[in-house]
């Protein structure tokens, strides 16, 4: 049996309101535009290896985000198979038996989807996660290692001609951390299933109002900073300042001449294509919604003096993944 260690590149929408994206995004998230691959033998010997750029035909422009770290744009794929083509070469490579092995389990997700949108028809192998196996095996808990950060660990050297977030040179650097593990075989008792991708707005449990490109830019807005009154929708002066309360969550109090206190929230969520969502609610507040809000205003202003930093821009969890999307 041979292990093939994979690793994917994929574009992602560039906007949720191309119509492409509406047409096609429950099915279709992100679109595989290399497939690299490095086949081991049971001593996980490296044996060959094997990258396969495919050419997008649904979001056919690539995000600039994904050009910028793949390196890979128009001109590197316009002349590359169509996935499935590309699938069927992979598989040929791959041989009669074999296993894939993957760090973390974004990569067989998404090419799970992928087969299933081209209607390949193959048959998946069974499918084990490398990154699961490492952390498991140094103690290092559940939250997501990075190769990079995994090859530090282990001292293993980068190598100048293999830049990160290449298909095939990520594969190869996985297998290179698989052989310093104690027992490299014992990533077999890491079996995974692709997860289902869908776009999940419900992640975030609110509406996004509109996108902005920054959390800072977002607490600047006018609709932010003079809050329209539910009542009469005339802008309302801010009491209070916009207090952090947890990571991307705003309270503020406001005040509208004829209605009152009103109680602001402002949320933002990280977005596939970098822009930040921006959830704006404004109800009349109510002795507990002022009481809450004080107490944060003086909680950050204690945590300012003493100069606990704090970075707006980092979202918490959403900001770890580049998976903005969640499974069902
Ligand atoms: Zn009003």
């Known amino acids: 049996m041979h292990y093939i260690v994979m690793d994917l590149e994929w574009n992602q929408p560039t906007s949720f309101n191309t119509p492409v994206f509406r047409q096609i995004g429950d099915s279709l998230l992100f679109e595989v535009i290399q497939i690299g691959a490095v086949k081991l033998d049971e001593q996980f010997r490296l044996l060959e290896e094997v990258s396969i750029p495919i050419r997008p035909t649904h979001y056919t422009s690539i995000h600039p985000r994904v050009k910028r770290m793949t390196h890979l744009g ?3 794929l316009c002349d590359a198979p169509a996935f499935p083509e590309a ?6 490579w791959c041989g009669e038996d074999f296993v894939f092995l993957t760090w973390g389990g974004d990569d067989v997700s998404v090419l799970k989807q992928n087969i299933d949108f081209f209607e390949c028809g193959c048959e998946m192998p069974r499918m084990f996660d490398a990154q699961r196996y490492y952390a498991e095996a140094f103690e290092l808990g559940v939250k997501q290692k990075s190769l990079k950060g995994a090859m530090e660990h282990l001292e293993i050297a980068t190598d100048e001609q293999r830049d990160f977030h290449n298909a095939m040179h990520d594969a190869h650097y996985t297998a290179l951390v698989l052989q310093k593990l104690p027992n490299p075989a014992g990533v077999l008792a890491h079996e995974q299933t692709p997860r289902k991708l869908c776009h999940n707005p419900r992640r975030t449990r609110f509406r996004i109002t509109h996108t902005v490109p920054s959390v800072t830019e977002g607490l600047a807005g006018a609709d932010v900073c003079t809050p329209e009154c539910p009542t009469c929708k005339k802008a309302t002066t801010l009491l209070t300042e916009l207090t952090p309360q947890a990571p991307g969550k705003y309270v503020a109090l406001s005040k509208c001449p004829q209605h009152g206190t009103l109680f602001i929230r402002v949320r933002f969520s990280q977005l596939p294509d970098g822009q930040r969502g921006l959830h704006l609610s404004v109800t009349p507040a109510n002795s507990q919604n002022r ?7 003086l909680q950050n202003q204690y945590k300012r003096k003493h100069g606990v930093p704090f970075d707006p821009e980092d979202l918490g969890r959403a900001c770890d ?8």
């Open 74 to 76: 128009h001109e590197q």
């Open 87 to 92: 699938m069927a070469d992979f598989l040929q």
């Open 321 to 328: 993944s580049n998976m903005p999307f969640e499974d069902m």
């Open 291 to 297: 009481a809450y809000v004080h107490t944060k205003v």
